[in-house]
C-alpha cells in the first residue's frame, strides 16, 4: 500500500509509492550540457561588473537581473493588491577561472572557496536593512533551469521580502518550539541518526540524508549536526567550511557517478537575518537532482507523488562509490 | 525595473521580470509525439477490457458497461497513487506522521475520439466531461475515508501527460493539499478582518481595473491573477459565491462549459497549442465555512522549464505582466 507521509517542518503530505516503486535505475536519464569551451561568456568576462573575487571565485552583477537596487522601496497598495520594487541584488558566482561544467568535478580547495563565497556575499547583504533574505542556489543542466552553457556557476539573490518556502519553514520551526521547546532540526537530526536508513553519509559535523516525506527522488538534505541558524557561522569555525565541501563534493559525485550526470538544483536555506527565535532554526542545504517531469497535480496542489521511498535512495546512494 | 507583487489570498509574492519581459512567441515550442497510437490506444472505443472496469460513463441505455458506444468514460488509473481498498491508519514514527494511502485515482477519458483534445469538444461534448467531473466529485465525497477531492488535466508531454487520447485525472485524498489549506487560511483570515470573501473581492478589483480579464460570460469569470506564478496563468472563477465544485447548478454547469472551451481555445490560439495544466481548487468535503472560500479552475500553460528555483526557494520569476498576458488572450 502506498504511503501519505508528513513533512513535519513544513506539513506537507507526501505520497510515497512502493507498489509501483520505480527501480533506481529507471531515473537514468542525460541531462546533455553544452561542454563547448568557445564563446563561454564566464571564460572571457570583460563586461561583467565585479562584485567581489574570492581567491579564485569570481562575483558579477547578473546580466539579466532580476533584482537591482532601488531608491523607492514603499509598499504601494492599489484596493487588494499590494506591490512594491523589485529592490535587491542578483549576482552569479563564477566558480572556477577553469572551463568546467559540474561543480563535482571541481577541486575540494575550490569547492571551499565558493561556499565561502556564498557566505562573504550573505555576509555582506547581511549589512543592509532593506534587505530580508539572501538565497544561495545553483541550476546545474538544462532539466534545472539553467542556460545551456557547460560553465560551474551558481546564484544569489539578496530580497527585501522573504519567499514563501522560507516562511512556511519559519512557521512549522516556531510551532514545534513553542510546543516543545526544542529545535525540530534538532530532533530531526537525532531521529535521523537512531534509524540510519536514510542516512547518505555522516561527518563529525554533518549529515546528509533523503529526508522522511521526500518530494523527489533522490532529494537530499545537508544539516548541520549542532544547531546553527545562519549560514554565515559555519565560516571562521576551524574545519567546517572544508568539511562542509567535502561533504558537498561527495554528493555531487553520488549524483553524478549513479545517477548517470542528472541535472540537479541545490539551495541553501539559512534563517532570516531579522528572524526572531532563531534558536528554533537551523540552516540547511536542500539538493534536488531533477529525474521526473512533475505534472499538474503536483503544481496545483502542492501534493507531491514520489515514485521511490527516500529509504531506498538513500540505500542507492551509500553503496554508490566516489 | 522588476515589480514585487503579493497574491492577496495566500500572500505570496511573485517577481514579474519586467526587464525581460517575453510574448507569446518567446517561449519553448516543444511538440512531444506521446504513445498511445490510435491502432493500440488503450483508451479507444474497442478496447475497454485494457482498462479497470470503468465507475461511470455516459452512454445509450441499450449498451454495456466497458463495451464500446461511449461519449466519455470514468475508469480507476491502471497505476494508482493511492488505494481504495482499506482504512486511513494514522501513526507516527517518532517525529514523523504516517499515513495509508487510501484514497481514488480515476481517469476521465474525455472523448471516444483519439484525434480530438478538450478543446476540439463541442459545447455539449465539454459539459459531458465536466457532468463526470461533477459527478464523481459528488460519489467519492461520499466516502468517509476522503477529505478532498482533486480534478486536474495534464495536456502535452511538458505538462507531465502521458499518453495521448485526451483525458484528465480524479484524486481523492484522505487529507487537505498543501495549496488548498494555504487558500483556505488565507480566507479565513481575509474573511475574519472584512466579513467578505477574499476572491468576491478580487472578482470586484478586477472589474474595476478591466486590465487582467480575459473573457467572461453570464456565470464565469476569466483572468490573469495580479500576482501569477507563471507567464499566462490563468483563472477562472464563478461570479457569484459558490465554495465547491459540487455546488454547482445544470445551468452554470452548461455555462462553464461554453466559458472553459472559449478560455482554452483562446489559450491554443495565442501560444501554439501549448502543454498545460489546470486544476480545480475546490472546498475540503467536510467544509464547515463555505461563506469564506470559493471554488476556481487554475489553468498554467507550460511555457518554462526554469521548475528547480521556484521548487527550492518558493520564490517565481514571472517573466509575462498579467495584463499583457490577458491583452493577448481577450484579443485573441
Not at chain 1, 102 to 130: C, G, P
Not at chain 1, 147 to 162: D, E, F, T, Y
Not at chain 2, 141 to 157: I, L, P, Q, T, W
Not at chain 2, 158 to 176: D, K, R, Y
Request: proline residues 6%.
Amino acid at each position: 500500500m502506498p504511503q501519505l507521509r508528513k513533512d513535519p517542518i513544513v506539513s506537507r503530505w507526501v505520497i510515497i509509492a512502493t507498489e509501483r516503486a520505480r527501480r533506481p535505475a529507471a531515473f537514468f536519464d542525460p541531462k546533455g550540457v553544452d561542454t563547448q569551451k568557445e564563446g563561454c561568456p564566464f571564460c572571457h568576462d570583460a563586461q561583467s561588473i565585479e562584485l567581489l573575487t574570492h581567491e579564485s571565485v569570481r562575483v558579477v552583477k547578473s546580466g539579466t537581473p532580476v533584482f537591482t537596487e532601488a531608491q523607492d522601496v514603499t509598499l504601494r497598495k492599489d484596493g487588494l493588491y499590494q506591490s512594491c520594487h523589485s529592490h535587491g541584488s542578483h549576482e552569479v558566482v563564477i566558480e572556477t577561472p577553469e572551463h568546467i561544467a559540474n561543480m563535482a568535478d571541481l577541486s575540494l580547495e575550490q569547492i571551499r572557496a565558493v561556499f565561502k563565497t556564498y557566505a562573504l556575499r550573505m555576509w555582506h547583504h547581511h549589512q543592509d536593512k532593506s534587505i530580508k533574505y539572501v538565497l544561495a542556489y545553483k541550476n546545474y543542466g538544462v532539466a534545472s533551469g539553467s542556460r545551456n552553457i557547460g560553465h560551474a556557476r551558481s546564484q544569489i539573490m539578496a530580497i527585501p521580502v522573504l519567499p514563501m518556502r522560507v516562511q512556511d519553514k519559519i512557521n512549522g520551526a516556531k510551532l514545534y518550539f513553542n510546543f516543545h521547546e526544542r529545535s525540530l532540526f534538532y530532533d530531526l537530526v537525532r531521529q535521523e541518526l537512531k534509524e540510519k536508513e536514510r542516512i547518505v553519509m555522516e561527518t563529525e559535523n554533518f549529515i546528509a540524508f533523503c529526508p522522511f516525506a521526500a518530494r523527489f527522488p533522490f532529494e537530499i538534505w545537508v544539516l548541520p549536526k549542532s544547531k546553527r541558524q545562519y549560514y554565515d557561522y559555519v565560516h571562521g569555525i576551524e574545519g567546517l567550511e572544508t568539511e562542509l565541501a567535502s561533504v558537498m563534493k561527495t554528493l555531487l559525485l553520488k549524483y553524478k557517478i549513479g545517477l548517470n550526470d542528472p541535472a540537479y538544483n541545490f539551495v541553501i536555506q539559512s534563517a532570516p537575518f531579522d528572524m526572531d527565535m532563531p534558536e528554533c532554526y537551523s540552516w540547511h542545504i536542500e539538493l534536488l537532482p531533477r529525474l521526473t517531469r512533475t505534472a499538474g497535480f503536483e503544481r496545483g496542489t502542492g501534493f507531491y507523488i514520489n515514485p521511490i521511498p527516500p529509504e531506498m535512495t538513500a540505500a542507492f546512494l551509500r553503496e554508490v562509490n566516489v | 525595473m522588476a515589480e514585487l507583487r503579493r497574491d492577496p489570498i495566500v500572500g505570496r509574492w511573485v517577481v514579474i521580470d519586467s526587464d525581460n519581459q517575453k510574448g507569446p512567441g518567446d517561449f519553448i515550442k516543444e511538440t512531444t509525439n506521446l504513445p498511445g497510437h490510435k491502432d493500440t490506444c488503450q483508451f479507444c472505443p474497442g478496447r475497454e477490457h485494457f482498462t479497470p472496469p470503468e465507475v461511470d460513463a455516459l452512454r445509450p441505455k441499450t449498451s454495456k458497461a466497458d463495451s464500446p458506444g461511449w461519449l466519455v468514460r470514468t475508469v480507476p488509473n491502471k497505476f494508482p497513487a493511492l488505494t481504495t481498498e482499506g482504512e486511513v491508519e494514522k501513526e507516527a514514527c517518532g517525529m514523523f506522521d504516517v499515513m495509508s494511502g487510501v484514497g481514488a485515482h480515476e481517469v476521465v477519458i474525455e472523448t471516444a475520439d483519439h484525434h480530438k483534445n478538450l478543446a476540439d469538444l463541442s459545447p455539449e461534448e465539454m459539459g459531458f466531461v465536466l457532468g463526470q467531473f461533477l459527478s464523481r466529485s459528488k460519489a467519492l465525497s461520499e466516502d468517509a475515508r476522503v477529505a478532498y477531492v482533486s480534478v486536474f488535466k495534464n495536456f502535452g508531454a511538458l505538462a507531465g501527460a502521458t499518453v495521448e487520447h485526451a483525458h484528465s485525472q480524479i484524486i481523492a485524498l484522505p487529507m487537505v493539499p498543501k495549496l488548498v489549506n494555504e487558500e483556505l487560511r488565507g480566507s479565513h483570515q481575509y474573511y475574519e478582518d472584512n466579513q467578505r470573501c477574499v476572491f468576491c473581492d478580487v472578482i470586484e478589483q478586477e472589474y474595476k481595473d478591466r486590465e487582467r480579464i480575459v473573457a467572461e460570460n453570464n456565470s464565469f469569470l476569466a483572468i490573469c491573477p495580479y500576482a501569477p506564478r507563471y507567464a499566462f496563468e490563468t483563472w477562472i472563477l464563478p461570479k457569484g459565491h459558490q465554495a465547491s465544485f459540487t455546488d454547482i447548478q445544470a445551468d452554470t454547469l452548461v455555462d462553464l462549459s461554453t466559458h472553459l472551451l472559449d478560455v482554452l481555445k483562446r489559450m491554443r490560439k495565442v501560444l501554439f497549442n501549448p502543454s498545460y495544466n489546470f486544476f480545480i481548487h475546490t472546498a475540503p468535503v467536510k467544509y464547515a465555512k463555505p461563506q469564506c472560500y470559493h471554488w476556481h479552475i487554475e489553468i498554467i500553460p507550460k511555457l518554462t522549464r526554469s521548475i528547480g528555483f521556484e521548487w527550492g526557494t518558493g520564490l517565481h520569476i514571472t517573466p509575462t505582466y498579467p495584463h499583457t498576458a490577458a491583452k493577448f488572450l481577450r484579443e485573441a
